[in-house]
Protein backbone atom coordinates (compact mmCIF):
# COMPACT_ATOMS: atom_id res chain seq x y z
CA UNK A 1 0.00 0.00 0.00
CA UNK A 2 1.49 3.86 -1.06
CA UNK A 3 0.94 6.33 1.28
CA UNK A 4 1.62 9.95 0.20
CA UNK A 5 2.08 12.70 2.24
CA UNK A 6 1.85 15.88 1.09
CA UNK A 7 2.86 19.62 2.55
CA UNK A 8 3.89 23.03 1.63
CA UNK A 9 0.20 24.99 1.02
CA UNK A 10 -1.39 27.47 2.07
CA UNK A 11 -2.62 31.46 1.19
CA UNK A 12 -0.46 33.16 -1.09
CA UNK A 13 -1.31 36.77 -2.66
CA UNK A 14 -1.52 36.74 -6.59
CA UNK A 15 2.02 37.09 -8.33
CA UNK A 16 3.53 34.90 -5.38
CA UNK A 17 5.06 31.58 -4.77
CA UNK A 18 4.70 28.43 -3.39
CA UNK A 19 6.31 24.96 -3.33
CA UNK A 20 4.19 21.97 -2.84
CA UNK A 21 5.91 18.80 -1.68
CA UNK A 22 4.73 14.96 -2.19
CA UNK A 23 7.03 12.04 -0.06
CA UNK A 24 6.10 8.85 -1.23
CA UNK A 25 6.36 5.14 0.59
CA UNK A 26 5.51 1.34 1.10
CA UNK A 27 6.97 1.11 -2.72
CA UNK A 28 9.40 0.67 -5.14
CA UNK A 29 9.66 3.27 -7.14
CA UNK A 30 10.61 2.14 -10.87
CA UNK A 31 8.22 2.62 -13.06
CA UNK A 32 4.76 5.00 -13.92
CA UNK A 33 5.16 8.50 -12.63
CA UNK A 34 3.99 10.73 -9.96
CA UNK A 35 2.00 13.80 -10.30
CA UNK A 36 -0.43 16.55 -9.42
CA UNK A 37 -4.15 17.62 -9.50
CA UNK A 38 -6.37 19.86 -8.35
CA UNK A 39 -9.98 20.12 -7.46
CA UNK A 40 -12.02 23.64 -6.99
CA UNK A 41 -15.10 23.94 -5.72
CA UNK A 42 -17.73 22.58 -8.20
CA UNK A 43 -15.43 21.51 -10.09
CA UNK A 44 -13.66 17.66 -11.24
CA UNK A 45 -10.09 17.03 -10.63
CA UNK A 46 -7.81 18.13 -13.30
CA UNK A 47 -4.59 17.08 -14.06
CA UNK A 48 -1.22 19.76 -13.36
CA UNK A 49 1.49 18.09 -13.83
CA UNK A 50 3.52 14.63 -14.09
CA UNK A 51 7.16 13.01 -13.93
CA UNK A 52 8.38 10.12 -15.31
CA UNK A 53 10.04 7.75 -12.00
CA UNK A 54 12.61 6.49 -14.32
CA UNK A 55 13.61 9.03 -16.77
CA UNK A 56 12.24 12.42 -14.94
CA UNK A 57 10.31 13.55 -18.29
CA UNK A 58 7.73 16.01 -17.34
CA UNK A 59 4.27 16.84 -18.49
CA UNK A 60 1.91 19.56 -17.63
CA UNK A 61 -1.56 21.02 -18.29
CA UNK A 62 -1.83 24.04 -20.49
CA UNK A 63 -2.91 26.56 -17.52
CA UNK A 64 0.28 26.10 -15.74
CA UNK A 65 2.77 25.88 -18.32
CA UNK A 66 5.80 28.25 -17.53
CA UNK A 67 4.64 29.15 -14.16
CA UNK A 68 5.15 25.44 -12.42
CA UNK A 69 7.70 23.18 -12.37
CA UNK A 70 7.35 19.19 -11.40
CA UNK A 71 10.64 17.63 -10.03
CA UNK A 72 11.83 14.37 -8.48
CA UNK A 73 14.28 13.58 -5.69
CA UNK A 74 14.70 9.52 -6.31
CA UNK A 75 17.00 9.03 -3.34
CA UNK A 76 14.28 10.57 -1.39
CA UNK A 77 10.88 9.34 -2.55
CA UNK A 78 9.61 12.72 -3.17
CA UNK A 79 8.19 14.75 -5.82
CA UNK A 80 7.78 18.48 -5.43
CA UNK A 81 5.69 21.42 -7.13
CA UNK A 82 7.36 24.78 -7.71
CA UNK A 83 4.13 27.63 -8.59
CA UNK A 84 5.47 30.80 -9.77
CA UNK A 85 3.39 33.66 -10.62
CA UNK A 86 0.27 32.28 -9.09
CA UNK A 87 -3.16 33.25 -9.88
CA UNK A 88 -6.57 33.61 -8.13
CA UNK A 89 -7.53 30.66 -10.42
CA UNK A 90 -4.92 28.58 -9.28
CA UNK A 91 -7.39 27.79 -6.05
CA UNK A 92 -7.75 24.56 -5.35
CA UNK A 93 -7.27 21.68 -3.27
CA UNK A 94 -3.86 20.03 -4.65
CA UNK A 95 -3.55 16.39 -4.81
CA UNK A 96 -0.33 14.18 -5.58
CA UNK A 97 -0.96 11.12 -6.92
CA UNK A 98 1.36 7.82 -7.84
CA UNK A 99 0.19 6.01 -11.08
CA UNK A 100 -0.23 2.71 -12.29
CA UNK A 101 3.23 1.22 -12.79
CA UNK A 102 2.55 0.86 -16.68
CA UNK A 103 1.04 3.98 -17.29
CA UNK A 104 3.89 5.76 -19.36
CA UNK A 105 2.51 9.72 -19.28
CA UNK A 106 0.40 10.49 -16.31
CA UNK A 107 -2.14 12.68 -17.00
CA UNK A 108 -5.71 11.55 -15.77
CA UNK A 109 -7.28 10.70 -12.59
CA UNK A 110 -8.03 7.34 -14.08
CA UNK A 111 -4.41 6.49 -14.02
CA UNK A 112 -3.83 7.36 -10.61
CA UNK A 113 -3.49 3.57 -8.25
CA UNK A 114 -2.96 5.95 -5.00
CA UNK A 115 -3.74 9.55 -3.93
CA UNK A 116 -2.64 11.39 -0.70
CA UNK A 117 -4.94 13.39 1.52
CA UNK A 118 -4.65 16.91 -0.32
CA UNK A 119 -3.77 20.14 0.95
CA UNK A 120 -5.06 23.65 0.18
CA UNK A 121 -3.61 26.13 -2.02
CA UNK A 122 -5.58 29.64 -2.08
CA UNK A 123 -4.51 32.64 -3.84
CA UNK A 124 -6.10 36.06 -3.21
CA UNK A 125 -6.41 38.65 -5.46
Known amino acids: QVQLVESGGGLVQAGGSLRLSCAAS????????MGWFRQAPGKEREFVAS????????YYADSVKGRFTISRDKAKNTVYLQMNNLKPEDTAVYYCAVSKSYIVVFSTAQQAASWGQGTQVTVSS
Open 26 to 33: GRTFTNGG
Open 51 to 58: VTWSGGST
